[in-house]
C-alpha cells in the first residue's frame, strides 16, 4: 500500500501574494502567475516521478503492464478490461479458493497492483493540482483581460483577436481541469474506452498496444491534461503581454494612418467643392443657352426660307448678268444688223441694265451670307447646348464618384478615430497601475462618466434629484454626506477633511455648498446612482426632500379638466413685474433677504 505522497500536503504558492495586496504594475503580475504555474509543472513532475519510478516515461510504463493484463484477459475470456467492477471481479475470482478460476497468480498480482496503483494516484494525487489551476485561471480571468466587448459597436481587430483567444485558453484549461475527474469517474461508472482519451492518450495505446484496456494510461492521460492546461496558462500569459504591445503598435499605426488620410480627405473635399461648382456654373450656362434658343426655335423655319429665297434670287440675278452680257455681245457682233442710233441706244440700255444687276449681286451675296451666319450661328448655339448637357452628365457623374469616395474615406476615419478611442482606453487600462489597484479592490477599471456632474443631461432624473437636494438641504448636507456611501471608500478622515474643505470655501452660498458637496460624491463614488442618494436621505430623516424629488420627477396630473380657463385678473403686461414679486416674497419666507 502507498503512503500519501508528500506534494499532496496544501502548501501556499507565490501565486497568493495577489490576494494580499495589489501589485505594483502587470509584470509583476506576470512573473507571479508565471511562477505559480512552475509550481504547478512541479508538482507534476514529482508526481510523474512517483508513479512511473524507473520506467521514466508512460510508453515504456504501458509496455510494463500490457502482457500479463492481456494473458489475464485471455484466461478469463474478457475482449476489455473498460469498468472497475470487471477488474475487481477478476481478481476477487483469483482468490476464491473454491472457485474454477484459472489464471497465473503472478499475472493477477500484477493487475492488483497496477489497479491500486491507478485509483490511489487518479484522481487525488493531482487534487492540489487541479485546486492551482483553477485558482490561476481565477487571476487569469482577473487580470489578463481584454477591456473590450466581442458585441460592442467598435471593430478592433486586435482586442477580437485576443478576446477569443483568452476564450478560448479559458475553455481548455477549463476542460482539460474537467478531464481529470471525469476519466475515473467514467472508469467507474460507463466503462473507459479509448475513444475517451485525447489523440495523445489514443497514440499512447496504440504504441503499447493496450487499446483493450485503456485504464494503464489512464494516468499518463490525465497527465497529459495537466499539461496542456499548464500549455493554455502560459499561452495566455504571453498573449496578454503581447496584448498591451500590439495594442501599442495599433495606436502608433492608426495615429499615422489619421494624419496620412487628412491630406487625401482635403484634396477629395477641394474636389468635390470645385466640381460641385462647376457642375453649378454649367447649368447656369445650359439655362442661358436654352433661354436663348427658346425664342429662336420659332425663327429657324424663317430663317431657312430667308436662305432659300436669297438664294434664288441671287442666282436670278447672276443669269439675269449672263443673260445681259450675252446679249450685249451679240449686239455687237450684229451691229452692221442694226442702225447706229437703235444700236447706239440698245447697247446703253444693256449697259445700264448690267450695272444696276452687279450693283445688286453685292447686296443679295451680303444678305445671303448674313442669313447663313445666322442659321451657323443657330447650329453653334444647339451644338453648345449639346455639349453642355453632356458637360453637366460627365460633371454629375464626377461628383457622384468623388460623393462616393469622399464618403467612404470619411466614413473610413471616422471609424479609425473610434477604433483609436478605444485602443487608447484600452492601453491606459492594460498599463496604468491603478487598473491593477481597482481590480484588486474589485472597482470597475472603465470609468463610469455618467456618474460625474455635468455628464448627463439637465433633464436626466439624477440631475434634476440633485438640484432639488441642493435648494432644499439646507444645513443637514453634513449629515448627508457623512451618510452617503463611497467605492472605495474614503474613511472617515477624509470625509471630514473633504467636508471641512467645503466650509472653507469663502463667500458662497449655502445651496452652493450642498451642491459642491453632492459634485464630490458623484466624482469619488464610482457608482453613484439616485437611488444612493433616496436612501440615505431616507436615512437622515429627510422624507420631506425625498416627497419633493419624487413630485419634481412625476408631477401629478390634475383630475379635473375644465372647458374655460380662468380669466387672470392681472394684464399681460404686469406679469413679468408679479413673477418678480412672487419671487421676491419667497426669498422672504426662506430668510434669504
Request: aromatic share 8%.
Amino acid at each position: 500500500m502507498l503512503g500519501r505522497p508528500f506534494f499532496m500536503r496544501t502548501r501556499r504558492l507565490d501565486i497568493d501574494r495577489l490576494e494580499r495586496k495589489p501589485q505594483e504594475n502587470m509584470s509583476v503580475v506576470y512573473t507571479i502567475l508565471r511562477t505559480g504555474i512552475g509550481h504547478t509543472e512541479d508538482k507534476l513532475r514529482r508526481v510523474e516521478r512517483l508513479y512511473y519510478g524507473a520506467s521514466k516515461d508512460a510508453a515504456t510504463d504501458a509496455r510494463k503492464w500490457i502482457t500479463p493484463i492481456k494473458s489475464v484477459m485471455n484466461d478469463v475470456h474478457l475482449t476489455r478490461f473498460t469498468l472497475v467492477w470487471h477488474i475487481e471481479k477478476v481478481i476477487q475470482l483469483s482468490d476464491h479458493l473454491r472457485s474454477n478460476f484459472d489464471a497465473d497468480p503472478y499475472n493477477i498480482n500484477k493487475l492488483r497492483e497496477l489497479m491500486k496503483k491507478v485509483q490511489h494516484f487518479v484522481p487525488d494525487a493531482f487534487s492540489d493540482i487541479t485546486d492551482d489551476l483553477r485558482r490561476i485561471v481565477k487571476y487569469l480571468d482577473k487580470y489578463c483581460v481584454s477591456f473590450y466587448s466581442l458585441d460592442g459597436d467598435v471593430v478592433f481587430a486586435t482586442a477580437e483577436h485576443y478576446e477569443k483567444e483568452r476564450r478560448q485558453f479559458r475553455a481548455t484549461i477549463k476542460r482539460s481541469i474537467a478531464n481529470i475527474a471525469a476519466l475515473p469517474h467514467k472508469f467507474q461508472t460507463t466503462g473507459l474506452s479509448d475513444t475517451d482519451l485525447s489523440s495523445y492518450g489514443e497514440e499512447l495505446c496504440r504504441k503499447a498496444d493496450c487499446a483493450d484496456a485503456p485504464f494503464i494510461v489512464m494516468f499518463a492521460e490525465v497527465c497529459e491534461n495537466v499539461r496542456t492546461a499548464c500549455g493554455a496558462v502560459r499561452s495566455w500569459i504571453d498573449a496578454d503581454v503581447s496584448y498591451s504591445e500590439f495594442v501599442g503598435n495599433d495606436i502608433r499605426q492608426m495615429e499615422k494612418d489619421i494624419d496620412s488620410a487628412l491630406a487625401p480627405l482635403r484634396k477629395l473635399e477641394d474636389q468635390f467643392y470645385h466640381t460641385q461648382y462647376q457642375l453649378k456654373q454649367a447649368g447656369h450656362e445650359t439655362a442661358r443657352v436654352e433661354e436663348e434658343l427658346v425664342g429662336l426655335h420659332e425663327r429657324e423655319n424663317e430663317f431657312i426660307f430667308d436662305e432659300e429665297l436669297l438664294v434664288r434670287e441671287t442666282n436670278d440675278i447672276g443669269i439675269q448678268i449672263e443673260m445681259k452680257e450675252y446679249r450685249r455681245d451679240e449686239l455687237v457682233r450684229n451691229a452692221t444688223d442694226h442702225a447706229p442710233m437703235v444700236l447706239q441706244q440698245k447697247y446703253a440700255e444693256l449697259c445700264e441694265e448690267l450695272r444696276e444687276l452687279k450693283t445688286k449681286l453685292p447686296l443679295a451675296k451680303r444678305r445671303l451670307l448674313n442669313a447663313r451666319r445666322r442659321l451657323e450661328w443657330l447650329g453653334e448655339k444647339k451644338e453648345q447646348l449639346r455639349v453642355g448637357r453632356q458637360t453637366e452628365e460627365r460633371l454629375q457623374d464626377e461628383l457622384e464618384e468623388i460623393k462616393i469616395l469622399r464618403e467612404s474615406s470619411n466614413h473610413k476615419h471616422e471609424e479609425t478615430k473610434k477604433v483609436l478611442e478605444v485602443a487608447k482606453a484600452i492601453y491606459l487600462y492594460k498599463t496604468s497601475p491603478d487598473s491593477i489597484e481597482k481590480i484588486y479592490n474589485e472597482q470597475p477599471v472603465e470609468l463610469n462618466s455618467c456618474r460625474l456632474p455635468g455628464y448627463r443631461n439637465k433633464d436626466d432624473p439624477f440631475e434634476r434629484a440633485c438640484v432639488v437636494v441642493a435648494g432644499r438641504l439646507g444645513s443637514d448636507w453634513i449629515r448627508l454626506y457623512r451618510h452617503l456611501p463611497f467605492h472605495p471608500s474614503r474613511g472617515n478622515a477624509t470625509i471630514d477633511d473633504d467636508i471641512q474643505m467645503l466650509i472653507d470655501v469663502p463667500r458662497t452660498s449655502l445651496e452652493n455648498v450642498v451642491a459642491r458637496s453632492l459634485d464630490k460624491w458623484r466624482i469619488h463614488h464610482t457608482r453613484a446612482k439616485i437611488d444612493d442618494l433616496r436612501e440615505t436621505l431616507n436615512v437622515i430623516g429627510r422624507r420631506d426632500i425625498l416627497q419633493a424629488i419624487e413630485t419634481e420627477l412625476n408631477p401629478k396630473q390634475s383630475s379635473e379638466s375644465t372647458d374655460e380657463q380662468p380669466r387672470s385678473v392681472v394684464e399681460n403686461y404686469l406679469l413679468p413685474y408679479l413673477k418678480l414679486v412672487e419671487r421676491f416674497d419667497q426669498l422672504r419666507a426662506a430668510n434669504k433677504i
